[in-house]
T-cell receptor, first 109, second 113 residues
Framework: DAKTTQPNSMESNEEEPVHLPCNHS???????IHWYRQLPSQGPEYVIH???SNVNNRMASLAIAEDRKSSTLILHRATLRDAAVYYC??????????FGKGTSLLVTP | ETGVTQSPTHLIKTRGQQVTLRCSSQ?????VSWYQQALGQGPQFIFQ???????GRGNFPPRFSGLQFPNYSSELNVNALELDDSALYLC????????????FGQGTRLTVV
């Protein structure tokens, strides 16, 4: 699988939008972009995924660059419960997900 | 709808021993994957089972093996435990092997001493 690059950590204030970046310059045409998050002491939780077009769901939005070499996960209003490690993963299927180190998001009141 | 459950939650084993970890998939899911998460790292894919057959394997030695049963529950077996096997072992189930959304359990924390 192609590699992704994410910042080690980010900080946000509660109730503000958060933009989590992910670079994936070696993405192939069949790679989907998946986002998972892992809250402390829990297993990962699916957030969103996409291929080419921007995607929205109840949890977040995924903005994908036109050349697909980068993407941004958008949390519209951060809450304390959103404090977690966020993983950006490329996979041409839904399985064999290899998580990197992710971005640790701190949300402050 | 029940979620993914794993047992036991914690386990301590001695180097050289064997261990079996168990996972019950979410209702209706025929695919289960196992992951190893070392402290401070992201989860790493071990293997996946789809309808009782191994459907893919990550970079793990053969002493890591698995089974999936007709009810789609699963086991992860690790033989000849090494200290580096100490990790959180996560099970994830999905509706199909290509399904993008995997549901993870809370994991089994294995400590090898």
């Amino acid at each position: 699988d192609a590699k992704t690059t994410q910042p080690n950590s980010m900080e946000s204030n509660e109730e503000e939008p958060v933009h989590l970046p992910c670079n994936h310059s070696t993405i192939s045409g069949t790679d989907y972009i998946h986002w998972y998050r892992q809250l402390p002491s829990q297993g990962p939780e699916y957030v969103i995924h996409g291929l080419t077009s921007n995607v929205n769901n109840r949890m977040a939005s995924l903005a994908i660059a036109e050349d697909r070499k980068s993407s941004t996960l958008i949390l519209h209003r951060a809450t304390l419960r959103d404090a977690a490690v966020y993983y950006c993963i490329l996979s041409n299927s839904g399985y064999a997900l290899n998580f990197g180190k992710g971005t640790s998001l701190l949300v402050t009141p | 709808e029940t979620g993914v459950t794993q047992s036991p939650t914690h386990l301590i084993k001695t180097r050289g021993q064997q261990v079996t970890l168990r996972c019950s998939s979410q209702s209706g899911h025929n695919t289960v994957s196992w992951y190893q998460q070392a402290l401070g790292q992201g989860p790493q894919f071990i293997f996946q089972y789809y309808r009782e057959e191994e459907n893919g394997r990550g970079n793990f030695p053969p002493r890591f093996s698995g089974l999936q049963f007709p009810n789609y529950s699963s086991e992860l077996n690790v033989n000849a435990l090494e200290l580096d096997d100490s990790a959180l072992y996560l099970c994830a189930s999905s509706l199909g092997w290509r399904d993008a959304e995997a549901f993870f359990g809370q994991g089994t924390r294995l400590t090898v001493v």
